[in-house]
């Protein structure tokens, strides 16, 4: 098993660009979470899909985050027109969602962002 | 509302001592725990959960962590540490019934080991 894949593991971009992150879930997985870190804010959960529909978006900061999930087996987080404040890692988790119990998130490396 | 609190920030131990880090939650039915680390430059990695049944539960590289109702905790304890274990350690409840598996994640506790 190959893991959560994330890509581009760094990027770094100048203000007013627009950034895509890429997410592949660990396959037979039906939940997918997008994470952000900081220094400042910790961990936070920005949104999250079951069996591909967003369920709770309540984290994503602004209306200049979306985040897409066209099918199992890959999501996308975008961000237009990026900032300097975006700037941290952005992690991608996948877990599976079976019988009402909890089951662990598996979490990818993480993708750098730099907003120059 | 479901919420994880780590008290400490940072914390140094010497190689071959033992460790605790502090872990409180707050939900209102029996929650589901877990311990996760991150290594530099890494994602995280669970190291242990706990669901239900014997509140002592064992993980990997050697952890433990005893969930206590009385004190709303569920703290990590690992009795030598090894440099390797230099991370950081978040705990988190899980919210959401089941059904999303989502986790409430604390601040986090940054362990730095002495040679």
């Known amino acids: 098993d190959a893991g959560v894949i994330q890509s581009p593991r760094h990027e770094v971009t100048e203000m007013g660009q627009e950034v895509t992150l890429r997410c592949k879930p660990i396959s037979g997985h039906n939940s997918l979470f997008w994470y952000r870190q900081t220094m400042m804010r910790g961990l936070e959960l920005l949104i999250y899909f079951n069996n591909n529909v967003p369920i709770d978006d309540s984290g994503m900061p602004e209306d200049r985050f979306s985040a897409k999930m066209p099918n199992a087996s890959f999501s996308t987080l975008k961000i237009q027109p990026s900032e300097p404040r975006d700037s941290a890692v952005y992690f991608c988790a996948s877990s599976l969602v079976a019988g009402g119990s909890y089951n662990e998130q598996f979490f990818g490396p993480g993708t750098r962002l730099t907003v120059l | 509302a479901q919420s994880v609190t780590q008290p400490d920030i940072h914390i140094t131990v010497s190689e071959g001592a033992s460790l605790e880090l502090r872990c409180n939650y707050s939900?209102?039915?029996?929650?589901?725990l877990f311990w996760y680390v991150q290594s530099p430059g890494q994602g995280l990695q669970l190291l242990l959960k706990?669901?239900?049944?014997?509140?002592l539960v064992q993980g990997i590289k050697g952890f433990e962590a005893e969930f206590k109702r009385s004190q709303s905790s569920f703290n990590l304890r690992k009795p030598s540490v090894h440099w390797s274990d230099a991370a950081e350690y978040f705990c988190?409840?899980?919210?959401?019934?089941?059904?999303?598996?989502?986790?409430?994640f604390g601040t986090g506790t940054l362990l730095a080991v002495q040679p």
């Open positions: 706990y669901f239900s049944g014997d509140t």
């Open positions: 988190a409840v899980g919210a959401g019934g089941g059904a999303t598996n989502k986790l409430i």
């Open positions: 939900y209102g039915a029996t929650p589901y």
